[in-house]
């Protein structure tokens, strides 16, 4: 039998993510399923016992993430990961995170169906936590696993109610034994919803997603002189928000300066005072860039404050400038990469190179372990939105990408 | 005796207004005088007793506007009119309105002190709710009393707390008698605090007030779309957020370019969802120009939507522009601004003509009765500021032209 000929089951697939779309189900048809709630049990739950009963083995870690392994012929090769995470946004969509890990359920079970004994063992994982919107800490389980984190700062970390993490975790039963940190694996595959328009727009299938953007947050705060905007003449003005005005123009312009691979953002602003009839004296706003390539966000990031400081400057007000952080771009493993790529080829699926965005597990996952993603379109490229939508041959598509990535890795010859 | 021997006493005017100063002072130097609470009836009384300490004759309409008469010798003429507000900002200064009330009675007083019989009475005016700060509605007592409202609507207007303007009056006891509408009167004079920089940065000690700016208000939405900041490439983005920061520039630019009589200001701006990693949707802001000559503010507002259309088109973002209000330019009587000019001259302080940015009673009773205003500096241009504040001599300055004015007026030969 030809590697094209092993298929997984579509209808399968699209069946379980229905039903998982049922935990936590919005009347608008979206999820809410925050992490280490009551309804993240229930998915936890109904994914225990569909991988008990597809032979898996299920451990949970110190942190909640769930490994769900299916041995190979070799067990002193390391694993073939494959994942996702099972949490959703308080106004979800039915696929971000639940896609990846649904189809990785699919790929066990159609390796079960084809009677498959890989090389290597495979594990299927559910990450805990990717969304960060209950406790305000986004990428927590594979952060944590990956070292990002250390565990009693994640562990100390409140929701609105002021319940900490390890309590959520107690609450739920997922304060697993093993430790959070990396283990031998010998790859790691993800597949993902692109939360973007690109491959809709070019009418691609799959997206070849070659690694994570570099990123740069900054915090700003203009400060001028509120006046009476009636009396104030030109002359005597100190507007921050003409300033700010004028710096959120210059992001925009250093973006598009940089073509269909630049990210600048304002996406926060707050005026002061915010009355009709007052020359707002403060602003404060949020700036982001981000860029495959760390030599030009390096750029951005040289070029920015420096731009921004002249702006100010001419408007005869000060500006404050805050660096939040700066990531480099994470690439992925080439090799794995290039699995992806020969099985969208070999399946004849229209496919491109994509840089992820958005953030993902597989970013934290990818310092330790050789990494790739695949990206299926979406909808209006619409995410974090109960409407967020994607099509049962794209699903399928991307799982059987998925499914042949996964296989040729674990069989491979070492 | 000649017209300059006869002074004004600053001392006494000083004391007078530190004196109302202490009715809703504030810890931080300023007052708090909301219009028709218990505190204004407090100053309302004070200015009563000290009225009729002066020989004046009191009486109150049924919005609660106070005329102190001072009865001239041909009891046929009209009177000549002065005055201002006794009310205050939630936060306000000692001068605000205070001042040209105050610096009124000094002028009675010294008719008094002088022996000074006016051929045509005179009449010095305490406005109610010249600040709009508890009812949501500026110059409440001179619009009703220039026919610009109607009392029915005036009377239903609620506070926060659900009290109408009609059971505030009943509530304080100023709930008068007399209709609220013109009557016969040769003219009115107000002096006020210049609540600018224009007068201090130039060292004049008056402003001789010609007129009010015309102005044209408008309430902004921009509707683009929200998506991931991350995902969602340059070409595919409808940031309503840079596209309202490109008008508010173009507000700017067409301020500057009308010189240092042009007024164009963004106060008041809310970004959705305003939330660090999603480009904004949705932005809706204030826009609002004020110049001095109306064909002028006719080009503004012929020019500013049509531009701020094409900047929308640009960024491919609807935008909606509604109009709120356009009011003309309310040119003051130029033999009643020649009485201000010839006095300031006479004394010799050094003056500049100057329209007035803000809103004065004086705007709506110019409607009906020949009026002038006289601006004195304030210091950095402060105002609706517990730290408003004014020098002594500024104040004598403006009381002595006002004296000069309104004496000039009553006595001119018919």
Redesign the interface.
């Known amino acids: 039998m030809s590697q094209t000929n092993q298929r997984i089951d579509g209808k399968r697939l699209w069946d379980s993510l229905m039903g998982f779309a049922e935990i936590g189900a919005t009347p608008k048809g979206g999820v809410r399923r925050l992490t280490l709630t009551d309804v993240d049990r229930r998915g936890r739950e109904k994914f225990r016992t569909e991988c008990e009963g597809a032979g898996l083995t299920v451990r949970v870690d110190e942190i909640g993430n769930m490994f769900a392994r299916r041995p190979g012929r070799d067990p002193s090769r390391p694993p073939v990961l494959l994942g996702s995470h099972l949490d959703s946004q308080p106004s979800g969509g039915k696929f971000d995170g639940a896609l990846g890990v649904i189809a990785g359920l699919e790929v066990m079970r159609s390796l079960n169906d084809l009677g498959i004994v890989t090389e290597a063992p495979v594990e299927l994982i559910n990450w805990t936590d990717e969304e960060g919107s209950r406790f305000g800490h986004s990428l927590m389980g594979s952060g944590l696993w990956a070292g990002v984190y250390t565990r009693d700062k994640v562990y100390a970390l409140t929701d609105t109610e002021g319940v900490t993490v390890e309590a959520a975790l107690d609450g739920i039963g997922y304060h697993g034994p093993e430790p959070a940190k990396p283990f031998p694996a010998d790859a790691y595959f993800e597949l993902h919803i ?5 491959l809709e ?1 070019e009418q691609k299938q799959i997206g070849i997603v070659t690694g994570a ?1 570099a ?1 740069v ?1 900054y915090d700003a705060v203009v400060t001028g002189q509120d ?10 003005r100190k ?1 921050a ?2 300033c ?3 710096i ?2 210059l992001v ?1 312009r250093m ?2 300066a940089r ?5 600048g ?7 002061s005072p ?7 004296g403060e602003v404060r706003f ?1 700036v ?1 860039f ?1 860029h495959p390539d760390d030599a030009e966000l390096d750029r951005l990031d040289a070029q920015f404050p420096r731009e921004a400081g002249f702006l100010a400057r001419d408007c005869g007000v000060k500006l404050e400038l805050t660096q939040l952080f700066k990531i480099p771009a994470q690439p992925f493993d080439p090799a794995c990469v290039d699995l992806v790529r020969q099985a969208s080829a070999r399946l004849g699926y229209p496919a491109r190179e994509i840089v ?4 993902h597990d597989a970013v934290y996952v990818a310092r330790h372990v050789p990494t790739a993603m695949i990206f299926t379109p979406c909808k209006d ?4 939105n109960e409407a967020e939508s994607i099509e049962p041959e794209e699903a399928e598509a991307g799982c059987q990408v998925l499914f042949e990535a996964v296989l040729a890795r674990a069989n491979r010859v070492l």
Chains 1, 2 share one sequence.
Do not use: K
């Open positions: 692109e939360q973007g328009p690109i727009r953007q990123q947050w006046s009476h905007a009636g009396t104030t003449p030109p002359s005597a507007d928000l003409v700010a005005a004028r959120i123009d925009d973006m598009r073509g269909e691979d630049g990210r953002t304002v996406g926060q602003l707050l005026v915010n009355s009709r009839n007052v020359i707002p949020s982001e981000r992820s965005g958005a953030g490229g619409l995410s974090h």
